[in-house]
């Protein structure tokens, strides 16, 4: 390639290049809404549920929800961290869920799970972390997310495992 064949070349692709970068490298923050939580039973391990996530992407260019970090705390306690890193694609201006497989285990938070037992009005909080990808940029956002959810106690169940 001669001097100037790569000049044309550079004068034509560099402005596509910022073009396609600037567009992009301002990545506005996904929305994360906790749509459910649900409960799969009563396991060996612990509690199974199952978390349904809503992504919403604000942007007019399609993303990827590359990764997601999370936190989830019961009735203030922390009883679980983890990742979800298969990518989920989002369209422009639209959503798309995430349903997230969780696991209170029997060790790890036993207040959280006996609060969760006896029944009543639960208190959740999902914080954490959520990494976005559009072409060559990528950002991370922290997002929170908190609500409650209502158990029936082991008197209402009549002693057997259903929640």
Same mark, same amino acid.
């Given at each position: 390639?001669?001097?100037?064949?790569?000049?044309?070349? =550079?004068?034509?692709?560099?402005?596509?290049?910022?073009?396609?970068?600037?567009?992009?490298?301002?990545?506005?923050?996904?929305?994360?809404?906790?749509?459910?939580?649900?409960?799969?039973?009563?396991?060996? /391990?612990? @509690? /199974?549920? $199952?978390?349904?996530?809503?992504?919403?992407?604000?942007?007019?260019?399609?993303?990827?929800?590359?990764?997601?970090?999370?936190?989830?705390?019961?009735?203030?306690?922390?009883? =679980?961290?983890?990742?979800?890193?298969?990518?989920?694609?989002?369209?422009?201006?639209?959503?798309?869920?995430?349903?997230?497989?969780?696991?209170?285990? +029997? !060790?790890? &938070?036993?207040?959280?799970?006996?609060?969760? =037992?006896? !029944?009543?009005?639960? @208190? +959740?909080? $999902?914080? &954490?972390?959520?990494?976005?990808?559009?072409?060559?940029?990528?950002?991370? %956002?922290? %997002?929170? /997310?908190?609500?409650?959810?209502?158990?029936?106690?082991?008197?209402?169940? !009549? &002693?057997?495992?259903?929640?």
């Amino acid at each position: 390639m001669t001097h100037r064949t790569q000049r044309a070349a =550079l004068t034509v692709l560099l402005p596509a290049l910022v073009f396609a970068l600037a567009g992009c490298s301002s990545i506005q923050r996904p929305t994360l809404t906790v749509e459910s939580v649900t409960t799969n039973g009563l396991s060996a /391990e612990g @509690v /199974e549920l $199952l978390v349904g996530i809503k992504v919403t992407n604000p942007n007019n260019f399609a993303a990827e929800a590359a990764g997601i970090l999370y936190t989830l705390e019961m009735n203030g306690v922390e009883v =679980l961290d983890g990742r979800q890193d298969n990518p989920v694609s989002v369209p422009a201006g639209g959503s798309a869920e995430v349903s997230v497989p969780v696991t209170l285990r +029997w !060790g790890g &938070g036993a207040g959280a799970l006996q609060s969760i =037992l006896d !029944g009543g009005e639960q @208190v +959740w909080k $999902l914080h &954490g972390r959520v990494t976005v990808r559009s072409g060559l940029v990528q950002k991370t %956002f922290p %997002f929170s /997310e908190s609500g409650t959810f209502t158990t029936r106690g082991s008197e209402e169940r !009549g &002693g057997t495992g259903d929640l």
